[in-house]
């Protein structure tokens, strides 16, 4: 049995001020200034899909749809 009586209403996040913010540190500063890699995956003259790798380790692959046209 579970108490929803106690649950909070939904509250939207409100980042601190900056000035409230810590300085990052140095490791942080230098993966942040680390530039993502992007490469692309090919079928003849048309481009497939796109990887983005980030500094941090995630990876988006754009996944490309061409019309038939």
Do not use: W
């Not at 409100?14 to 079928?43: F, G, H, N, W």
Request: aromatic residues 4%.
């Amino acid at each position: 049995m579970s108490d929803t009586g106690s649950r909070q209403p939904f509250q939207r996040y409100q980042p601190p001020p900056l000035e409230q913010l810590e300085e990052p540190s140095s490791q942080e500063t230098k993966a942040a200034c680390l530039q993502p890699r992007v490469m692309l995956q090919r079928d003849g003259d048309r481009v497939k899909q796109i990887d983005i790798v980030c500094p941090c380790g995630n990876t988006i692959q754009v996944e490309c749809d061409y019309d038939a046209s």
